[in-house]
């Protein structure tokens, strides 16, 4: 699967990630948390290829994703939900499903899929990304980066900013292709959200991987909160 080994990066002059260790392992849906600003979007930029990685290694099934072309990512089978969703506003529904697929169309099982998870998609399929609300661009991105039928998708708060109903159907959804195998690294800051759902959990600090722990170490000991997140429960 997914493994980061020592690695550094960041924008121009400023250094951001430093050392970053990550093993996803034999897990469904691994966890990464911190707060504001300690470079959690940054380590998903570096496995994407969007931005440099000075040191270290990202190995995804065997390839060294800092030996390859950004794209590499992407071809190899890593499904991104980019924080903020990012669709492309001017795009349709059906040609924002399209840009991320190699070839350029959605293979019809995973289009159907998509539909059944989300089919308000389906309502909408000729209307343009940015004209949807931003509970249903959060679906269009995450209907994006299943139509490309990852092995691993990750998602950068996918549940940010929508309502308790939309929430609940991205995080049905999350669900759902976990349950099909997907594999699912998620950048959360909810707590209780990231508890229900991750097998595993890497708390990051100023760049770093601070704590790895399962999410009974945390229910039990909630000092790890309060010292590594600021939470007090
Ligand atoms: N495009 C950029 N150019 C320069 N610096 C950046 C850029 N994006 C992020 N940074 C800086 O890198 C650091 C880490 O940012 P990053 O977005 O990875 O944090 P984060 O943990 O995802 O935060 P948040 O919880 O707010 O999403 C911050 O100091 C941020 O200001
Ligand atoms: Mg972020």
Redesign the pocket.
């Known amino acids: 699967m997914l493994t980061l080994e020592k690695v550094n990066a960041g ?2 002059h ?1 250094h ?1 990630l430093h050392d970053v260790d990550l093993e996803f392992g034999d897990n469904q849906i691994v966890a990464l948390m ?1 707060r ?7 380590t998903f930029n570096a496995i994407m290829g969007l931005v440099p990685v000075t040191s270290g290694r990202i190995l995804f099934d065997g390839h060294d994703l800092t030996r390859l072309p950004a794209r590499s990512a992407a071809l190899l089978g890593i499904g991104f939900v980019p ?1 903020g969703r990012r669709i492309f506003p001017e795009f349709t529904v059906m040609e924002n499903l399209r840009v991320g697929t190699r070839s350029g169309r959605v293979p019809s099982d995973a289009l159907d899929w998509i539909f059944a998870l989300f089919p308000r998609l389906k309502e909408r399929v000729s209307q343009a990304g940015g004209s949807l609300s931003g509970g249903e661009q959060q679906m269009l991105a995450v209907g994006r980066a299943l139509a490309m039928q990852p092995r691993l998708i990750l998602m950068d ?1 996918p549940m940010e900013g929508l309502s308790p109903g939309m929430a609940e159907v991205v995080r049905q959804a999350i669900v759902e292709a976990r349950n099909k195998g997907v594999r699912i690294l998620i ?1 959360e ?1 909810d707590i209780d959200e990231a508890l229900a759902l991750a097998q595993d959990i890497h708390i ?1 600090e100023k760049g770093s991987i601070q704590v790895h722990c399962r999410p009974q170490a945390l229910q039990q000991d909630p000092t790890i909160l309060e010292r590594h997140l600021g939470i007090r429960l």
Do not use: P
């Open positions: 924008y121009g400023s951001v911190g504001n600003g300690v470079g959690k979007t940054t924080q708060e950048i800051q990051m």
